[in-house]
């Protein structure tokens, strides 16, 4: 690495990354933060699809639309197309953000302790053989060329829960207590006779205000299972799994909300029509 | 209310709804009339084609004031003759140890078909009295005789 930067040889309280470009390093932060400025209007606007998601469903419910399920899969063509879009923004940002975070790390490693001094400049040198440039370079071509992308990206956007919702919303608001296409044959998923359980298997009453957790995908009222978990990690209460749980390891099933709000729409629009007849 | 109290409330709905075949489970009155909701009786058909079909036998169900966190006791009348049975009539299954298999999520009614499976399907590795386990493991002819002697003795019991 070329030291032609310096500004006085002389000068011994020099900064401690001195031997890098600091243009270089300017050049980056500003890079890194305006990739996290991008980060946060993207979870902005994914809230603001949810807020849709949570309105249409509302108005589906209101107005007794169940039966209009094309109306539905129209609504979630459109938006699970764009939503797609977003997320992969969004894993692309991710990433370039764990990036930047071990550009920082590796920086901070590559530096001598002792601040630089014209008897150690050499050391300095010595330590970091790539300059940052060609770091920074390295490190995003791996990342656009991995052979794993395609599969990773697949992955990361099956994985988002929104997308989960949107994607089975359709499915949920016609046949609330029927297991999705793809789970039919997962044994962990909670079922009798064929249906989905809509109920808490705790305290037995239907879900409020459900959450899933990340370890088996078991789902539970949320104030009933942080009752029981407290502060500790606890044995799933379900009855053979082996998932260890702790409070940090749920998060909020919405597709299962939607399964009970559908569910017990459609049976008061069943139960006025048996006292209207 | 208590998430014991309330989890048993609805434990009685849904049992009331629908449980197994030729089972009966229901709380205890107290004293006052009152419903007892952490006090359950309740009748364990032996399974088809066992030397335990003709009896119906009889359990009590007691439910801690920490339920469903810890598990419920589960006793049959002292002297029950089986294998896993305490001579006190406390039964020993996995699913009934909080050190063991009991879990939250485990309803009556998997409980009482817990129950069920374990009179004609002893654990031989965990004795918990002495005649019945001697009989099962070393004289099955008299461990069959004692068996149906005790079903005849249950054939009538029901709610
Ligand atoms: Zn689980």
């Known amino acids: 690495m070329e030291v032609d930067d310096t500004p006085d040889m002389l000068d011994i309280s020099v900064p401690r990354y001195l031997p890098m470009s600091q243009e270089t390093l300017k050049t980056f932060?500003?890079?890194v933060s305006a990739r996290e400025d991008n980060l946060g209007r993207i979870d902005s606007?994914?809230?603001?699809?949810?807020?849709?998601?949570?309105?249409?469903?509302?108005f589906i419910i209101g107005e007794n639309m169940f039966e209009n399920i094309g109306y539905t899969r129209d609504f979630m063509i459109v938006n699970l197309q764009s939503l797609e879009r977003i997320l992969i923004s969004k894993y692309e940002l991710e990433n370039w953000k764990a990036i930047a975070f071990e550009i920082r790390n590796n920086l901070n490693q590559q530096i001598p302790e002792d601040p630089a001094t014209l008897s150690n400049l050499q050391q300095y040198h010595d330590a970091n053989d790539e300059t940052l440039n060609e770091f920074i370079r390295r490190r995003v071509d791996e990342m656009k060329n991995s052979p794993e992308k395609d599969k990773n990206i697949r992955e990361y956007v099956n994985k988002n829960d929104l997308y989960q919702l949107l994607k089975n919303m359709a499915f949920v608001i016609e046949k609330p207590t029927d297991p999705l296409p793809e789970e039919q044959d997962?044994?962990?998923?909670?079922?009798?006779?064929?249906?989905?359980?809509?109920?808490?298997?705790?305290?037995?009453?239907?879900?409020?205000?459900?959450?899933?957790?990340?370890?088996c995908d078991h789902v539970f009222e949320k104030s009933v299972i942080e009752e029981y978990?407290?502060?500790?990690?606890?044995?799933?209460?379900?009855?053979?799994?082996?998932?260890?749980?702790?409070?940090?390891?749920?998060?909020?099933?919405?597709?299962?909300l939607l399964r009970v709000k559908v569910f017990e729409a459609k049976q008061q629009a069943d139960d006025f029509e048996i006292e209207t007849i | 209310m208590s998430l014991a109290k309330t989890r048993l409330q609805e434990e009685r709905k849904l049992w009331r709804k629908d449980h197994p075949f030729g089972f009966f489970a229901k709380p205890e009155k107290s004293a006052d009339g009152s419903l007892d909701l952490t006090n359950?009786?309740?009748g364990i058909?032996?399974?088809?084609?066992?030397?335990w079909e003709e009896g119906i036998y009889p359990i009590t169900i007691?439910?801690?004031n920490d339920y469903p966190s810890k598990p419920p006791k589960v006793k049959f009348p002292e002297n029950f003759y089986h294998p896993n049975v305490y001579p006190s009539g406390t039964v020993c299954l996995s699913i009934l140890n909080e050190e063991q298999d009991w879990r939250p999520?485990?309803?009556i009614k998997d409980i009482v078909l817990g129950v069920q499976e374990l009179l004609s399907d002893p654990n031989p590795d965990s004795p918990a009295q002495e005649p019945a386990w001697k009989a099962f493991a070393k004289d099955k002819e008299l461990y069959t005789r004692k068996v149906k002697e005790q079903a005849k003795r249950y054939q009538n019991y029901n709610a």
């Open chain 1, 29 to 31: 932060s500003a890079m």
């Open chain 1, 45 to 58: 606007i994914l809230r603001s699809i949810k807020q849709d998601i949570d309105k249409y469903v509302e």
């Open chain 1, 186 to 215: 997962d044994d962990d998923v909670a079922m009798a006779g064929g249906v989905i359980s809509l109920k808490d298997p705790m305290s037995l009453h239907t879900f409020k205000e459900p959450v899933k957790s990340k370890k």
């Open chain 1, 229 to 256: 978990l407290r502060n500790e990690i606890k044995t799933c209460p379900v009855a053979g799994c082996e998932g260890r749980l702790a409070k940090f390891d749920l998060r909020s099933d919405d597709l299962m």
């Open chain 2, 40 to 42: 359950w009786r309740a």
């Open chain 2, 45 to 51: 058909p032996g399974r088809k084609d066992t030397i």
């Open chain 2, 62 to 64: 007691n439910f801690p």
């Open chain 2, 105 to 107: 999520a485990i309803t």
